[in-house]
């Protein structure tokens, strides 16, 4: 598993290799997870800082359970990063 300085691009980076397994667009994932197909491309860059509600919603398009998202994130070493 790589490791990214910041959890949403990690968090992003796991949505986005579950999305192509599905070999679905960001669009399709977006529709099945009832969010705009624009902030699906944003969380998967790691530009959003996703709501619980919205890693549910993306968990559940995804066949997944939500903690398989969100398994061993940890916060930036920066303590700037609050």
Do not use: C
């Amino acid at each position: 598993m790589r490791k990214y300085a910041h959890p949403q691009r990690e968090l992003g980076q796991r949505i986005r290799e579950r999305r192509v397994e599905f070999k679905w667009s960001q669009e399709d994932l977006a529709e099945h997870a009832n969010l705009h197909r624009t902030y699906i491309g944003a969380v998967e860059r790691g530009e959003k800082n996703i709501s619980l509600l919205n890693i549910l919603k993306i968990a559940r398009a995804l066949k997944l359970d939500p903690s398989e998202l969100l398994k061993n994130l940890t916060l930036p070493s920066d303590s700037s990063q609050k």
